[in-house]
């Protein structure tokens, strides 16, 4: 090994991608069993319990990215690269669990609402993704610090939002789709200016870097002079997403009610017969 776990990624040679690797499956397995189950063994936790540990998460994942940020920066600018503007900042999609948790955490009315949206939404989803396309592991091996803090904020995301909603803690409405969608384009308004000043691609609505389709359609926009419009589509596009957790958790609660109310018919039923 020609590295240490704190070591950065341009100082790590002869490296290729630890994505997909054994060590990084045994990760993805891991998470999506586990972190269903122990949400389901949890689901009758007090919630003024869930408050308090939403609050201690908001705080270590503040401090955590405020080292991270720092570790990265000492490196690139004590090899002369310079303060990276264009890529350690924290306005990527995945940055607002950070900020959403804070305002969820310390927050009450519309701010709380519109955060847990997002959580048990976007950020869910991103989070699952982010499990197994973990971007961190092309730039760093697994047993590093950046392999470390890139998969465990991702299962920190999807585990969060998965927590809430098996605990009852949020309970998604069809409004919830507009409601978690707000903190994205509050973002992109500090993103957007950032992207175009500097070239760089936070919340992925510059060039849709990664994501095959949408990098095309970027390319072909910007070409015609036309890359704003691209902004907009890629941000109106993370609104039918959170469909992929809204209507099957609609279905969850539909299913349920119809099971609650069956049983007082039932009840009914039972004690009919007994005086019969």
């Not at 060590?23 to 689901?43: D, M, N």
């Not at 047993?143 to 999807?158: K, R, V």
């Not at 809204?246 to 009914?268: D, E, M, Q, S």
Request: with cysteine; proline share 4%.
């Amino acid at each position: 090994m020609n590295y240490h776990f704190f070591d950065y990624k341009y100082n790590i040679e002869n490296f290729q991608s630890d994505l997909f690797s054994v060590p990084h499956i045994i990760f993805i397995v891991l998470s999506f069993l586990l972190v269903p189950t122990i949400s389901i063994l949890l689901r009758k936790i007090n919630h003024k319990k869930i408050d308090k540990f939403i609050k201690i998460f908001s705080i270590a994942w503040v401090v955590l990215e405020i080292v991270k940020i720092t570790w990265e920066s000492y490196w690139d600018i004590s090899t002369g690269r310079g303060f990276n503007t264009g890529g350690i900042l924290p306005l990527y999609t995945c940055s607002l669990f950070i900020y959403t948790m804070l305002f969820a955490a310390w927050s009450k009315g519309k701010a709380k609402d519109y955060s847990l949206a997002f959580i048990t939404t976007i950020s869910l989803i991103s989070g699952a993704i982010g499990i197994v396309q973990c971007n961190g592991l092309n730039y760093y091996p697994f047993w590093t610090f950046g392999g470390f803090y890139s998969m465990f904020f991702h299962l920190s995301m999807f585990a969060t939002g998965v927590f809430l909603l098996f605990t009852g803690y949020k309970k998604l409405e069809w409004k919830d789709m507009i409601k978690a969608w707000v903190p994205m384009l509050i973002l992109s308004v500090i993103a957007s200016p950032v992207n175009y000043e500097y070239g760089a691609d936070y919340m992925q609505i510059y060039e849709g870097s990664g994501i095959p389709f949408f990098s095309t359609l970027s390319g072909i926009l910007a070409d015609h002079g036309l890359r704003f419009v691209f902004t907009v589509i890629m941000l109106i596009t993370y609104i039918p997403l959170t469909l992929v957790i809204i209507g099957p958790a609609k279905l969850v609660y539909f299913i349920n009610n119809k099971r609650k109310n069956k049983l007082p018919n039932k009840k009914l039923e039972e004690i009919s017969n007994i005086n019969q």
